[in-house]
Nanobody
């Protein structure tokens, strides 16, 4: 059974940084693309960032491009989201997700992801 466990969320002032981690188990991590999504209060879940299975390709939502960076450590079965220059509108629960199929590309579509974590709260104060 695939398990994805996010950590690293918290409260930060606008302009600050956080690094989220997602530890994966129950899958051959190094052949699956990974992604981060977020859901703000009263809003639908939205794509944030994705990375393909090898780490050679990444994809970002326009709202975070240039501020966030996704990376992965296949030896540690962990995917990261480095978030810099945080804004109050980045406040959300952040979810880690794994592609449904191996050797997947970096994709923005939630339907391409078959396993999800429980989420970690990120709150950015103004």
């Amino acid at each position: 059974q695939v398990q994805l466990v996010e950590s690293g969320g918290g409260l930060v002032q606008a302009g600050g940084s956080l690094r989220l981690s997602c530890a994966a188990s129950g899958l051959t991590f190094n052949i699956y693309g990974m992604g981060w999504f977020r859901q703000a209060p009263g809003k639908e879940r939205e794509f944030t960032a994705a990375i393909n299975w090898s780490g050679g390709s990444t994809y970002y939502a326009d709202s975070v491009k240039g501020r966030f960076a996704i990376s992965r450590d296949n030896a540690e079965s962990t995917v990261y989201l480095q978030m810099n220059s945080l804004r109050p509108e980045d406040t959300a629960v952040y979810y880690c997700a794994a592609n449904s199929r191996p050797f997947g590309r970096a994709t923005q579509y939630s339907t391409d992801f078959g396993s999800w974590g429980q989420g970690t709260q990120v709150t950015v104060s103004s």
